[in-house]
Nanobody
């Protein structure tokens, strides 16, 4: 069974920075790790994802401002967020894809609020 523990998040002024981290536990073969977010009244959307091997995907809205990285030895994924905007306000969810069939696991979510 996979367990994800998220940390980081909080309240920041526009233009500021935050760092999210997520650690995965369990005997799993991780294929990809990443972050999704869900703002008020919106559907959950991909923010950034990193596949084993290093390939990354970013939402167009965060390119150049957010950086996703992974510590393979620790099964941890980080999201460095810079130049934050009020529209980045959302609950951010850690996501892990694992096993031969790319099953998914989700964290409990962490709130990020950007004030103008």
């Amino acid at each position: 069974q996979v367990q994800l523990v998220e940390s980081g998040g909080g309240l920041v002024q526009a233009g500021g920075s935050l760092r999210l981290s997520c650690a995965a536990s369990g005997s799993i073969s991780i294929k990809a790790m990443g972050w999704y977010r869900q703002g008020p009244g919106n559907q959950r959307e991909l923010v950034a994802r990193i596949i084993s091997g290093g390939t990354t995907n970013y939402a167009d809205s965060v390119k150049g401002r957010f950086t996703v990285s992974r510590d393979n030895a620790e099964n941890t994924v980080h999201l460095q967020m810079s130049s934050l905007k009020p529209e980045d306000t959302a609950v951010y969810y850690c996501n892990v894809e694992y096993g031969p069939f790319w099953a998914q696991a989700w964290g409990q979510g962490t709130q990020v609020t950007v004030s103008s």
